[in-house]
């Protein structure tokens, strides 16, 4: 398990939380959610992205969470 510094929130318009991965908090997790586009896009593909780099196009994607 990671010890997070702090966690940043954003809710419009797209939802992201960041989380910044201690020690050195210089990393940070971002998870990703666009639901203005999620209608235009099939059920299945509705998905979080994952990143830690947010330039990044092709992140991961989060199906659940236990």
Known sequence: MKRVEFITI?????LIVS???APSAHRSL???RS??????IPEYE????????PS????DSLRSVQ
């Open 10 to 14: 954003e809710n419009e318009p797209d």
């Open 19 to 21: 989380f910044a991965i």
């Open 30 to 32: 971002t998870l990703l």
């Open 35 to 40: 639901p203005q586009y999620e209608s235009l």
């Open 46 to 53: 509705r998905v979080v992205s994952v990143s830690f780099d």
């Open 56 to 59: 990044e196009v092709d992140g």
